[in-house]
């Protein structure tokens, strides 16, 4: 099957796992993907031995339906993190410009409505605030009230699709900006799959490098294929925890 349909077919299985068992992974989960595929394909030798232990070909198989299924949540939500990291740099790109195209129509407002105290008013609430939301709300504010009163801005010269352009950039940096912080407002829902179809994947992985461990104990030969790859290579680098637990 396909890592999609892989997916679909657990999908419900793996929202089920409880949000207080969820852990986050502790290796990288395209390693973590290989190394279950890695897995699975050394057992293809022994598997008569792995059935002494409980693990029928069935069992050894749903291994790949799980890594197929967590390879499609990593997928998913690789696309989702690139897709907010995009949104980052869009708004880090855009957000100095918008503050200054504020910043100058409110100042342009000041002396165009400076005989005008009731209008003038209405820019001093503008201004008040501070921050990213404030701003995007201001630039909408600062249109409306521009194109409702254009006389005393049109007498000092100022460029009126500057107000067309606040409301525009108002628009688009609330998308942009909403984008850019949904990791923030709340945990992504793409996340929590992810990190549970890594959890369902690790469980069967673990079983069956369990079963193997103690199947070949005495033959390191084929004991080594029930070991990852990844933490041996980690703990050779921090000898200094030898009883860290790691897999």
Excluded at 148 to 154: A, E, G, S, V, Y
Excluded at 187 to 212: C, F, P, T, W
Excluded at 230 to 238: D, E, I, L, V
Aim: charged content about 30%; aromatic content about 8%.
């Amino acid at each position: 099957m396909s890592n999609q349909n892989d997916y679909d077919e657990l999908l419900e299985t793996i929202k089920a796992i409880p949000n207080d068992q969820l852990k986050e992974p502790n290796i990288p989960v395209d390693v973590a993907l290989q190394e279950s595929e890695d897995l699975y394909k050394w057992t293809g030798k022994d598997v008569a031995r792995l059935a002494t232990a409980g693990f029928t070909q069935e069992k050894l198989d749903n291994l790949l339906v799980r890594t197929g299924a967590c390879r499609e949540a990593q997928s998913i939500w690789t696309e989702e993190f690139r897709s907010q990291q995009d949104a980052q740099e869009q708004w880090n790109e855009l957000a100095p410009q918008a503050y200054h195209l504020r910043d100058y129509i409110l100042h342009a407002m000041r002396y165009a409505y400076r005989n005008n105290e009731a209008l003038l008013n209405r820019v001093r609430a503008i201004a008040e605030g501070s921050g990213d939301a404030d701003m995007i709300q201001d630039l909408n504010d600062v249109k409306v009230l521009g194109q409702k009163n254009p006389d005393p801005l049109t007498e000092i010269t100022f460029d009126m699709n500057m107000l067309t352009s606040a409301g525009t950039m108002s628009d688009q940096l609330a998308g942009i900006r909403a984008e850019a912080n949904g990791e923030r407002m709340e945990q992504s829902e793409s996340r929590v799959i992810r990190d549970k179809a890594y959890m369902y994947m690790k469980e069967l992985v673990d079983e069956i490098r369990a079963a193997g461990k103690y199947l070949f104990w005495k033959d390191p030969e084929r004991l080594k294929g029930y070991s990852s790859q990844y933490w041996k290579k980690h703990n050779r680098k921090k000898d200094d925890t030898p009883d860290e637990v790691t897999e």
